[in-house]
C-alpha cells in the first residue's frame, strides 16, 4: 500500500484529497495544526489515516511528520504540498507581519516538507511530491503581490526539482488551482479588498474535490509518466 502525507488537510482542498487518496487505497499522513480536526477526520477516515500536528513553517515539525509517516506507515511515496494562507492587502498598507507568514508557510513550509522527505526517495528511486500553487503565480491581482509571489516562488523550486529529479526517479508536479470553495479567503481583513474580490471572482467556485480528483490523477499515472503542471479552473472563470 502507498503512502501520502497531505499538509493543510484540516480544511478545504488537504481535507478533500486526503478523502480521496484514502478511498484509492493510500495510507495518508493528515498533517495541520488544528488538532481537533484532524483527530475527528482522521477518525473518521478509518485505520489507513493518521495525524500528526504540524506547522509547516517549522523545520523541526516537518522533520518529525516525516518521522511519524515512516514509523506509522513504513516510508513516504508522496508529497502534497498544500497548505498555504492567502492574508492579501494591498502593499501600501504594509502588513508585513502578513507578508512574513506567507513567506513562511507558502514557500519556506514547502521546502522544508521536500527537505524531510526527498533524501529518503532519492535512495528508493521513487516518490512523487505535489505542490499546490496557484493561478495567481501566473495572474496578479491588486492586493496579491506576496501571495502571488510565494505562489510563483514554489512554481518556480517546483520545476527546477523536477529537472533535478528526472535522474532519480522521483516526480514533481505543480498543480495551479483557480478559485475553490475553501476557507482560505477568511483571513483577508481589508473591507475594500473582500470587495474588489467579490466583483472580480464573480463566478462559481470549484469544490474542493475537483482538486482532489486532480490530485490523484497525477498520482495515479504509471511510474513512466509525469504530470509537470496542471491548470483546474472553474469554466467561468476568464
Ligand atoms: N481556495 C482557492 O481558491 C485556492 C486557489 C488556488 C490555490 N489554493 C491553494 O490551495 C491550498 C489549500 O488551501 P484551501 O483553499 O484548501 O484553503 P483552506 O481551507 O484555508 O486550507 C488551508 C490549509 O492549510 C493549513 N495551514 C495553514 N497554515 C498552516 C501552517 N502554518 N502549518 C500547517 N498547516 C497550515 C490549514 O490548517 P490549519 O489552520 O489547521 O493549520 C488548512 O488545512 C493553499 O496552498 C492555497 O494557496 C487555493
Redesign the pocket.
Known amino acids: 500500500m502507498r503512502t501520502a502525507i497531505v499538509?493543510?488537510?484540516?480544511?478545504?482542498?488537504?481535507?478533500?484529497t486526503a478523502r480521496k487518496l484514502i478511498a484509492d487505497g493510500y495510507n495518508v499522513m493528515l498533517?495541520?495544526?488544528?488538532a481537533d480536526?484532524?483527530e475527528s477526520l482522521t477518525e473518521e477516515l478509518g485505520e489507513h489515516a493518521a495525524f500528526h500536528v504540524?506547522?509547516?513553517?517549522?523545520r523541526a515539525?516537518q522533520e518529525a511528520l516525516a518521522a511519524a509517516t515512516t514509523e506509522r506507515f513504513g516510508q513516504v511515496d508522496a508529497l502534497v504540498?498544500?497548505?498555504?494562507?492567502?492574508p492579501v492587502s494591498l502593499i501600501e498598507k504594509g502588513d508585513v507581519e502578513d507578508w512574513d507568514?506567507m513567506i513562511?508557510?507558502?514557500l519556506r513550509?514547502v521546502l522544508y516538507g521536500i527537505n524531510a522527505v526527498l533524501p529518503r526517495m532519492v535512495a528508493r528511486k521513487d516518490g512523487h511530491v505535489i505542490i499546490?500553487?496557484?493561478?495567481?503565480a501566473l495572474e496578479n491581482f491588486p492586493s496579491s503581490a506576496v501571495?502571488s509571489a510565494t505562489?510563483a516562488g514554489v512554481r518556480s523550486m517546483s520545476d527546477t526539482l523536477r529537472k533535478e529529479m528526472t535522474a532519480h526517479g522521483v516526480r514533481v508536479t505543480t498543480i495551479?488551482?483557480?478559485?475553490?470553495?475553501?476557507?482560505?479567503?477568511?483571513?483577508i481583513k481589508d473591507q475594500s479588498v473582500l470587495e474588489m474580490m467579490g466583483g472580480v471572482f464573480n463566478f462559481e467556485?470549484?469544490e474542493?474535490e475537483n482538486?482532489a480528483d486532480s490530485v490523484a490523477y497525477v498520482l495515479n499515472q504509471p511510474p513512466s509518466v509525469c504530470v509537470g503542471e496542471l491548470m483546474i479552473r472553474p469554466t467561468g472563470q476568464a
Open positions: 499538509t493543510g488537510a484540516s480544511s478545504g482542498i488537504g481535507e478533500a498533517a495541520a495544526r488544528r480536526r484532524l504540524t506547522d509547516v513553517s517549522s515539525d504540498c498544500n497548505a498555504g494562507i492567502m507568514r513562511d508557510v507558502n513550509g499546490i500553487s496557484s493561478i495567481a501571495y505562489k495551479f488551482p483557480g478559485g475553490v470553495k475553501t476557507e482560505l479567503g477568511s483571513s467556485f470549484l474542493p482538486l
